[in-house]
């Protein structure tokens, strides 16, 4: 299906219902859906699963979803920051679980979920606490752990501008984790800069095809 | 599921192929196999705008390219120049068959040498003595799009059913297929329930008692 | 390192040695290496263990390979075609090992390799005579079979252009197996149409970094 | 290895920096984890070639923005604006850590609370009462890259070794050091043998008799 194509963040995020399980894109600032989380943060649905690098920072975006209390597990590399005040009591407060998985472990797990995989072998975390608990093979001398994917309901992503047919291309480090959530998501939500016609992107520098995209939006931005 | 229905005659190749086209929905995402699957593009419509995948890296395949169209770089997974469309993208073989396996199309559609009533899919290779093997992509097609369809002949030229309790030929895959098109009818597989949707050039009772496995008529 | 830059085939494949495993590029004649393969042919490297989506193919590349009995094992999706004669002789008199993989499987065992997974789960050919032998599990309700790397010693893939850094831009549906086999194996030797300045490929558009690539030769090309 | 060789005062932090600098070979490809390995950057010279990944998706980072050149999609792995050089190149988050994983890094450059003489690093978790943990790339740098280096002070607060036989913090990856810079020595670790290429402002001796493992001398 071409994806729908909203006309605010609002109307974006309006079908995310509570429980829902969130891929949130963005590396620090770069790639970050700041306008779909803060509309995220409008719609009021709650019990939320979020995947993240990070676990929010400073009063906005998603550690108000987290001080809210909307966000019952944060699946996450790295939620201790200088910042990260209302993750923190949460945490102390035994009101967020978290999954701490290293940062490379939780893109492939992502990827393997978009890309249909049921579990690899991975050498990041062998021997370490993050493995425990976890089957564990040692393969041509080398240790591995067995990961799973994470798939999820929805992703909120960031490119820089999207076709009429959902393609995407994105700019510089904010690409980051955006095209594997596309693919990992049931339903993927893209805020962009720019709607262009479709043909207006070059098919050979297309980043996420937009199989991958089921609703976007034009925001405007900076560049 | 459709009401059943029937024609007089047996359906052509270009009748099974506009009835697939047809039931694509709209804006759905379609792998065509090599053969006579490859015959739907002809049929489907600009207003279905169904965007069209090729294993070997592309989505937004357009139709066979001829004359000065001709690119070798780029050609379908049966080695067929084609063109492309607005809004195509490509990607490398990795990304390709990660799209497939993880569920992205909405249809394959396959041609097949056997399909079980519990929807396993034959059409990989013969098992005969002697036979080089060779499975391409048949494997990941069978068993990665949302929904897997089949289009082949009913019966072998001596007259069995390729619609089988059970698979004799080597398996692609197990319980993939969820429609099969055929010259004489068209069957929805469900639960192991093989319920036919039309039968053509054959009434339902002869059609029940010529197949070895037990058919529902469509309400 | 930056690419070594060969000035010819012969040049750039003459590292090549007996008993060596090589990932070829490749759908059809879109992405084949042809030059380089015939180098390979007239370099003498024997005892080869070749990967490649098909066997060879009339009396060129590698089908020539194959005929002079260089070839001892072939790890292919598709090896039987109208004019794989040469193949289909080796392989009758048992003068060649086959293993045959599921296309996609193929696909990802080699990215698994560039990318340090020691195994994956793949439902693809769950339940088929091509998981004989093999582990399998069933996870969520589904059937996989764990399937393990393939990484070799060179790869030979063509591209359409690259830049001195190594950098690598394809064309259409050329690129098929060019990114993932650069990524698995220890040498990959490309062969582009031109050479240019470091500074002339957006970055945002190179496919393959030039980490991946250890040889480059330009040969012109039609395009 | 290189000779032995010994200077009358510790190691400046700039000093070691600029040891590691030299150590990498031409044309290398390197991460610089966090904090003091960063500052190696800055002693890289135009004709090594070196290049810079960032493992938030870059290879060819250049120096840390300023003024005009801050763009906030264009940051190192520690969230500060940075540059692009020519022959850089961007991807995604699955793709940067496929590169690491996947041993095509040639060095990897890591701060560390300790190092055993087997190579085990720590550097991602006091395993403190009450201590929020979080590990980023951590684990996936330790163990990626062909050679992973170590920057850290050799001697706690306290002035126990950090350089130890058995980890007592927890551990970000297993027999993945092979070199460790401090003000005080430069280690080489292969097998479990723990070589000590140079001192600095401390004799071989009074090292031996200060660190819990075994030392050998360079040649």
Not at chain 1, 48 to 59: E, F, K, R, S, W
Request: proline share 4%.
């Amino acid at each position: 299906m071409a994806p729908r194509i909203a006309t605010t963040a609002a109307e974006a995020v309006a079908n995310i219902h509570d429980s829902a399980t969130i891929l949130i894109g963005g590396f620090g600032n770069a790639g970050q859906p700041m306008e779909l989380i803060d509309a995220l943060m409008d719609c009021g649905a709650t019990d939320l699963t979020v995947i993240n690098n990070n676990a929010g920072q400073a009063d906005a975006g998603l550690a108000l979803l987290i001080k809210e209390r909307r966000v019952k597990k944060i699946i996450c590399s790295f939620p201790r920051q200088s910042d990260s005040w209302h993750f923190d009591e949460a945490y102390r407060a035994g009101e967020i679980e978290l999954e701490l998985v290293p940062q490379g472990n939780l893109a492939e797990r992502i990827r393997a979920a978009g890309a249909g995989i049921g579990g690899f072998f991975t050498p990041t975390g062998y021997g370490t606490l993050l493995a425990e608990g976890k089957e564990t093979r040692v393969i041509d001398g080398k240790g591995y752990v067995l990961e799973s994917p994470i798939s999820a309901d929805f992703a909120l992503i960031k490119a820089l501008r999207a076709d009429t047919h959902g393609n995407l291309v994105y700019r510089k480090t904010a690409r980051n984790f955006g095209p594997i959530m596309a693919a990992a998501a049931k339903s993927a939500i893209v805020q962009i800069d720019e709607i262009v016609e479709t043909g207006q992107l070059d098919p050979e520098v297309v980043v996420t095809p937009g199989i991958y995209v089921n609703t976007l939006v034009a925001l405007g931005g900076k560049n | 599921m459709s009401t059943f229905t029937t024609t007089e005659t047996a359906l052509t190749r270009d009748e099974m192929a506009a009835l697939v086209a047809a039931d694509i929905p709209e804006g759905a995402f379609v792998n065509l196999g090599i053969g006579q699957p490859t015959n739907v593009s002809n049929f489907l419509t600009a207003q279905q705008g169904v965007t069209l995948h090729t294993e070997n890296g592309m989505l937004g395949m357009g139709p066979v390219a001829t004359g000065d169209e001709v690119d070798e770089d780029l050609i379908n997974a049966g080695k067929i120049p084609v063109t492309e469309l607005p809004g195509a993208s490509y990607f490398h073989h990795a990304d390709s068959f990660a799209m497939m396996r993880g569920g992205h199309l909405d249809v394959c559609v396959l041609g097949a040498f056997q399909v079980s009533g519990s929807g396993d899919l034959a059409n990989w290779h013969t098992g005969a003595p002697g036979a080089i093997p060779a499975v391409g992509g048949a494997m990941d097609l069978a068993i990665g799009a949302k929904a897997t369809w089949v289009m082949m002949g009913l019966f072998t030229k001596t007259g069995e059913s390729k619609l089988v309790e059970a698979l004799s030929y080597p398996v692609t895959g197990l319980g993939c297929v969820s429609r099969i098109y055929t010259e004489s009818a068209i069957f929805e597989l469900q639960d192991s329930i093989v319920t036919v949707r039309s039968t053509h050039g054959i009434s339902f009772e002869e059609l029940a008692e010529r197949l070895p496995v037990a058919l529902v008529r469509a309400a």
